[in-house]
C-alpha cells in the first residue's frame, strides 16, 4: 500500500483545498430552507469553487460522477445526486463536496436539519459529529488505522446502537481525491496500516439511524439506508502528526451560517 507522506508545504496547500471547500459548504447552509432544491445548490457550489480558482473534484469524477457535490436527503447515506425536487420542512440534507487547487485536493461534509427534526434524529447527529473527533483523537503518529476506526464504531454503534455503515470509508487525500489508507468507521484496535506523521486523511463517520445495511439507488451512485431511517456523514481532512491530529478542515464558517439562517436547527450540539 502506498501512503503519501506530505511535505509542511504540500500540507498547507491541502489545508486551502480544504477551507475553500468548508467556506463552500458555508455558502450553501446560507441558501437551504424549505423550497430550494438541491440542484440550486449545487449549481452555486460550483460557482463558489470555481470563481476561487478551483475546481470541483468530484464533477466528473471516474468520467461519471455528473454534479460537482454530492448532496443526499434524508435516507441518501452519501453519494445522493442533486435534483430538482424542493427541500421541505423536517429534511435533513448532507452536502459533500471537494476541490482541487494547486494539485491538492480537499474534501469536506457536514449534514443540516431543515426546520427541525426529532430528538432521535438531533441526537444521532450529534453523535455522528462527536464521533468524528473522538476518531480524530488516534490520528497520531504510531497509532493504526484500525484506532480511528475503532474509536468512531466503539462510540456510535457500541455506546449508542447506531448502524455503522461497512461499504463506505474514509481515505487519504492530496494530489489524488481517493488515496490510501482507506479508513473504515469500524475495526478492531492495533489492526490496519501503520500512521505516519504528515499522512493526510479524510475521516468522515456515515452513521445511520436504523440498521447498518445500504443498497445502490437506480442512478448508480446514490447510497441509501435498508431501512429508510435517517443517516448522518461529517468529514473534516486530517493530517497525523506526534502527539495530536491536525485538522485541515474547519466547521467554524459552517456552523456560524447554520446558526444564523433560521430556516435551520442548530440545537443538536
Excluded at 56 to 72: D, G, M, R, T, V
Excluded at 143 to 169: C, F, M, P, S, W
Excluded at 260 to 265: G, Q, S
Aim: aromatic share 8%.
Amino acid at each position: 500500500v502506498m501512503i503519501h507522506l506530505r511535505s509542511p508545504l504540500e500540507i498547507e496547500l491541502i489545508r486551502k483545498s480544504a477551507l475553500l471547500v468548508n467556506d463552500a459548504i458555508a455558502e450553501a447552509a446560507k441558501m437551504l430552507k424549505p423550497g430550494i432544491t438541491t440542484m440550486q445548490v449545487d449549481a452555486m457550489l460550483e460557482q463558489y469553487i470555481l470563481d476561487h480558482g478551483a475546481l470541483p473534484s468530484f464533477k466528473n469524477y471516474q468520467n461519471s460522477y455528473p454534479y460537482a457535490s454530492c448532496i443526499s436527503v434524508n435516507d441518501a447515506v452519501v453519494h445522493g445526486f442533486p435534483t430538482n425536487v424542493p427541500l421541505k420542512e423536517g429534511d435533513i440534507v448532507s452536502v459533500d463536496a471537494g476541490a482541487f487547487l494547486n494539485g491538492y485536493h480537499g474534501d469536506s461534509a457536514y449534514t443540516f436539519i431543515i426546520g427541525t427534526t426529532t430528538d432521535e434524529v438531533k441526537k444521532l447527529f450529534r453523535i455522528t459529529n462527536e464521533s468524528l473527533y473522538k476518531g480524530i483523537e488516534k490520528a497520531v503518529h504510531g497509532n493504526r488505522v484500525g484506532d480511528i476506526a475503532y474509536a468512531i464504531q466503539e462510540y456510535t454503534e457500541k455506546q449508542h446502537g447506531y448502524g455503522v455503515v461497512r461499504e463506505l470509508v474514509g481515505h487519504g487525500v492530496g494530489r489524488k481525491l481517493h488515496e490510501e489508507p482507506q479508513v473504515p468507521n469500524y475495526g478492531k484496535r492495533g489492526n490496519g496500516p501503520k500512521l505516519k506523521e504528515g499522512t493526510v486523511i479524510a475521516i468522515e463517520p456515515m452513521i445511520n439511524l436504523g440498521v447498518k445495511e445500504v443498497y445502490h439507488a437506480e442512478d448508480g451512485w446514490t447510497i441509501l439506508t435498508q431501512d429508510g431511517k435517517p443517516s448522518a456523514h461529517y468529514e473534516h481532512n486530517v493530517c497525523v502528526k506526534r502527539g495530536k491530529a491536525d485538522i485541515l478542515s474547519s466547521f467554524a464558517a459552517i456552523e456560524a451560517a447554520e446558526k444564523a439562517n433560521p430556516h435551520l436547527d442548530a440545537s443538536y450540539y
